[in-house]
C-alpha cells in the first residue's frame, strides 16, 4: 500500500516486433510468457506458454487512488477492459528508458538484474520440454 501511494509513473520507450518506438507512461510494463508473477497476481490472463508469444501488458499512469481501488481486478485478471491497460502480443520486445542519462530499474521475476535497456525475444524450439503425458 505504502509503494502504490508514493509510486510515481515511468516513462519508457517501447518497440513491439517491427513496429514503430513508441514513448510511454506506466506503472507497470509487464512481458509475460505465462499467466502470473507476484506470488500470484494474474497480470496475463491470456498468455499460453505454449504460443510462441510474449504478452505485453502495460499499464498507464493509474493515480495512487485509482491503482488502489483498481488492486482486486489487477491481482485476480480482469484488468485488460481497463481504459489504463493495453495488452498485445509479440515475439520482440525492446524497452529503453526515454533518454540516455534516465536510468530505469529492471525487475525480472522479483530479481533486479540491472536496468535498461532490455530486449525480450522468443526463441522458437530454444528449450526441450519433456512431457509425461
Not at 19 to 35: E, G, I, P, T, Y
Not at 64 to 70: D, F, I, W
Request: aromatic share 4%; charged share 20%; proline share 5%.
Amino acid at each position: 500500500m505504502q509503494t502504490a501511494l508514493s509510486s510515481e509513473p515511468t516513462r519508457v520507450v517501447v518497440q513491439i516486433d517491427d513496429s514503430n518506438a513508441r514513448q510511454l507512461s506506466v506503472v507497470n510494463l509487464c512481458v509475460a510468457n505465462a499467466r502470473y508473477f507476484g506470488g500470484g497476481m494474474k497480470i496475463a490472463p491470456e498468455a499460453k506458454l505454449a504460443d510462441g508469444r510474449f504478452d505485453v501488458i502495460s499499464v498507464g499512469d493509474l493515480s495512487a487512488l485509482k491503482l488502489l481501488t483498481s488492486a482486486p481486478r489487477l491481482y485476480f485478471g480482469s484488468h485488460l477492459s481497463m481504459s489504463e491497460v493495453s495488452h498485445t502480443l509479440a515475439t520482440k520486445v525492446v524497452v529503453r528508458g526515454p533518454s540516455s542519462g534516465n536510468e530505469v530499474a529492471l525487475e525480472i521475476d522479483g530479481e533486479l538484474p540491472g536496468r535498461l535497456p532490455a530486449t525480450f525475444q522468443i526463441v522458437a524450439g530454444a528449450l526441450r520440454v519433456r512431457s509425461n503425458a
